[in-house]
């Protein structure tokens, strides 16, 4: 049963950071692609950040470029998001992703419908 589990959210004030953590289970964890989305109350799901099975590369969205960092850990069948200088705006509810697809496009690793497995969500508050 393929598995993700997200964990590390919270509340946080401005400025402030956290780390938030994917568990993957169920699957060959190097043959996938992991993302972190995230979505805020009545708004779309968008991608944070990614980091792609074939080479290791990492891209965020322009929104948290400067300010968060995307990690694997092979060993531990994790993926990593650390997130500093958090804002009130990145308030939101947090997914891990993975994909088994290899893009020519590497900006279409930010959309949500290229995701085969999907975890429940992590949420993060972030006050001002």
């Known amino acids: 049963e393929v598995q993700l589990v997200e964990s590390g959210g919270g509340l946080v004030q401005a400025g402030g950071s956290l780390r938030l953590s994917c568990a993957v289970s169920?699957?060959?964890?190097?043959?996938?692609?992991i993302a972190w989305f995230r979505q805020a109350p009545g708004k779309e799901r968008e991608g944070v950040s990614y980091?792609?099975?074939?080479?290791?590369?990492?891209d965020y969205a322009d929104s948290m470029k400067g300010r968060c960092t995307i990690s694997r850990d092979n060993a531990k069948n994790t993926v990593y998001l650390q997130m500093n200088s958090l804002k009130p705006e990145d308030t939101a509810v947090y997914f891990c992703?993975?994909?088994?697809?290899?893009?020519?496009?590497?900006?279409?690793?930010?959309?949500?419908?290229?995701?085969?497995?999907w975890g429940q969500g992590t949420q993060v508050t972030v006050s001002s």
């Open positions: 169920g699957f060959i964890f190097d043959d996938y692609t």
């Open positions: 992703a993975a994909s088994a697809k290899i893009l020519v496009k590497l900006e279409d690793y930010g959309l949500a419908y290229v995701y085969d497995y």
């Open positions: 980091i792609r099975r074939t080479d290791g590369s990492t």
